[in-house]
């Protein structure tokens, strides 16, 4: 084979192998990792609140490595939680009640959002997907709870025990905690 042909072939074949191979799969593992608090772009307040859940809960359950992240807008967010690319969300609740708008909007969607709320920060609330594994939201949950001391605007336990639409498992979590 002559010289030329062979470099002509490799070329054609190297961008092809070198795209093959992305990094994307990895981001998956990454989710799975870290307890990830999704929050909006569009919200100023729930970002630099995520963070501080974050050393919250990286204080009481360090292997729960938690790390906010943020979507460009609520769009965004309601098809990462929908997807169930995402387990925990930081949102106000004005943001809650659109996102239950964009489901209702969205019925021929096979995907449909299935969140409860864990805990309530003041006007924000932290969610957790439905079909998350309790005892783990009861950690997380009791995690939050015991910060709540010095958390700011975090409701008591007593309070947040209220909520009717509450996670089995944090409502396990802050019956035990009282």
Known sequence: MNRRKFLAILAVIMPSTAIAHSPWGQFQVYRQKHLLILTSREDEESYPYSKLLAVALNREQPNASARPARAIN?????????????????????????????????????????????????????????????????????????????????????????????????????????
């Open 74 to 178: 609520l769009k965004r967010v309601y098809n990462l939680l929908r997807t169930k690319q995402f387990t925990f969300t930081l949102l106000p609740r004005n943001h809650l009640e659109l996102l239950e708008a964009m489901d209702l909007d969205n019925t021929k969607s096979q995907y449909r959002l299935d969140l409860s709320p864990i805990y309530t920060f003041g006007d924000l609330v932290f969610l957790v997907q439905n079909d998350f594994d309790t005892n783990l939201v009861r950690i997380v949950t009791h995690a939050l709870a015991e910060s709540a001391i010095w958390l700011p605007d975090a409701d008591s336990p007593l309070d947040v025990l209220a909520n009717k639409k509450l996670h089995p498992g944090a409502y396990e979590a802050l019956e035990k905690f009282n």
